[in-house]
């Protein structure tokens, strides 16, 4: 296991994650954080896990995913650089709501969730920031997943039944 | 950004009369979308077009409909467009076979302000089937590729079978100088790409958001959350172009079929700068 990270760097500061958190928030993030490097087709986190950490996606790609009887495992959403996984550690004693993948070799920084929930009773600007910053990620996510059950590219409801075209 | 450029629009005296051509190829895309190469039944060249623009497609006795042109502006000899079945009419036209003849009546509307974008960062935004009118702005800006800053092609798709092109887009993901970004909706377990919506793709972008150019078009919620992520990226809406969509039928603005507000969608559309049409878009039942 990768030691905590303790600075971060401008690279990782970079991220629209981090943004508007100030130094002292930063430092407290970085004492929870570690660095992982995953290969390719790696169950990163696994649906009903206990959910003590989150993971903010560095290099990469990753599937959040979910078993369907029938139709085995369906893939919810990818996550590339930038992107937040995982958010049930804010509920204390939660469970993943979903499982990860690695679709190819990943970077990520690791975030102790508990220790971080523990840190913010403390330090109630960083429990203040860090709950925006999450309540963006759960929007975002809401927004998106709203967009996708509206099914925009189906088939207007006029157009009936319809035999698939024949390749030619 | 200055007005959208001058189109080829058909002349009065053509505009009402559909010419014959024929099927020379015919080309399965999806379950539901098909691709027709018509070239003029007389021989010579196509009716001459600019990427944005739409015919109007008969399939005797159905009638007729308002489909854009798809293949490249350049090549002069056919005209190509991709066609979802989904009514009467483009359920007819998807019973065609290589010979058969269609008429067609055009070209329509105002085009994609490619030259205008000469020199900016290009960014195409398409959803489902919106890849089709977008696709010739693909072709021009690749043919003068010097012309133009950083290109994207951002596209998203119900599924992975839906997905249009996929040759092409493999081909265009290959280069260098272009990045394609695809997403679906609903992957399946042979679907290795993204998954989510098509604006999350917009985060990826790799473009100077003050001088780029966003042509968009997809289903009209689309692109209204398209602008918004365009907006919130920096990119000026005076610079942001949609296609709109509505039931034209002469072409030509007299029969009113496609009054959107106080725009006619055939003749003052299908491409619309956003502020233009902000007034109206995504006015309920409008």
């Known amino acids: 296991m990768n030691p905590p990270v303790h600075t971060l760097s401008p690279q990782l500061l970079s991220l629209q994650f981090f943004a508007g958190f100030g130094p002292a928030e930063l430092q407290i993030l970085a004492r929870h954080s570690r660095q992982v490097s995953w290969p390719a087709d790696v169950e990163v986190i696994r649906e009903g896990q206990v959910a003590t950490e989150f993971f903010l996606i560095l290099d990469g790609r990753v599937r959040v995913e979910t078993h369907l009887p029938g139709r085995g495992e369906v893939t919810l959403q990818t996550l590339l650089r930038g992107d937040v996984l995982g958010w049930s550690w804010l509920t204390a004693n939660a469970s993943f709501s979903f499982s990860a993948r690695t679709l190819?070799?990943?970077?990520?920084?690791?975030f102790e969730g508990t220790a971080l929930l523990r840190e913010c009773e403390q330090h109630p600007r960083l429990g203040y920031l860090l709950m925006r910053r999450f309540a963006l990620v759960m929007s975002d996510r809401l927004r998106h997943t709203r967009l996708q059950l509206l099914d925009l590219y189906s088939p207007p409801r006029s157009s009936g039944p319809f035999q698939a075209l024949k390749k030619r | 950004m200055s007005a959208i450029h001058p189109p080829f629009v058909a002349d009065a005296g053509s505009a009402l009369v559909p010419l014959p051509y024929r099927v020379q190829r015919f080309v399965c895309d999806t379950d539901d979308t098909f691709?027709?190469?018509l070239a003029p039944q007389?021989?010579?060249?196509?009716?001459?077009?600019?990427?944005?623009?739409?015919?109007?497609?008969?399939?005797?006795?159905s009638g007729d409909v308002p489909i854009s042109v798809s293949g490249p502006a350049a090549r002069r000899e056919v005209l190509i467009h991709t066609i979802r079945a989904v009514g009467p009419v483009t359920r007819a036209l998807?019973?065609?076979r290589r010979g058969d003849t269609v008429l067609v009546r055009g070209p329509f509307g105002k085009p994609w302000p490619v030259a205008q974008a000469e020199g900016h960062d290009v960014v195409l935004i398409a959803g489902g089937i919106g890849l089709a009118p977008l696709r010739p702005v693909l072709y021009?800006?690749?043919?003068?590729?010097k012309r133009f800053g950083r290109l994207c092609l951002l596209y998203g798709a119900r599924t992975p079978g839906d997905v249009l092109y996929r040759r092409e887009l493999e081909k265009w993901r290959g280069r260098l100088d272009v990045q394609v970004e695809v997403t679906v909706d609903r992957g399946d377990s042979d679907w290795h790409g993204e998954v989510g919506v098509v604006t999350q793709l917009l985060e990826r972008a790799q473009l100077d958001p003050a001088r780029t150019v966003a042509m968009v078009c997809g289903?009209?919620?689309?692109?209204?959350?398209?602008?918004?992520?365009?907006?919130?990226?920096?990119?000026?809406?005076?610079?942001?172009?949609?296609?709109m969509e509505r039931n034209m039928k002469c072409g030509v603005g007299s029969c009113g079929h496609c009054q959107l507000g106080p725009f006619f969608i055939c003749k003052d559309g299908p491409v619309f700068d956003y502020p233009r049409i902000a007034p109206v878009?995504?006015?309920?039942?409008?």
């Open chain 2, 140 to 145: 021009h800006i690749l043919a003068k590729r």
């Open chain 2, 42 to 61: 007389s021989g010579g060249e196509a009716l001459p077009f600019a990427p944005g623009q739409f015919n109007m497609l008969y399939a005797f006795p």
């Open chain 1, 104 to 110: 190819q070799p990943t970077n990520a920084l690791v």
């Open chain 2, 219 to 243: 289903p009209e919620v689309m692109m209204h959350f398209s602008r918004l992520a365009l907006t919130k990226r920096g990119v000026p809406e005076s610079q942001i172009f949609v296609s």
């Open chain 2, 281 to 286: 878009f995504s006015t309920k039942e409008l």
């Open chain 2, 94 to 96: 998807a019973q065609l």
């Open chain 2, 35 to 37: 691709t027709l190469t």
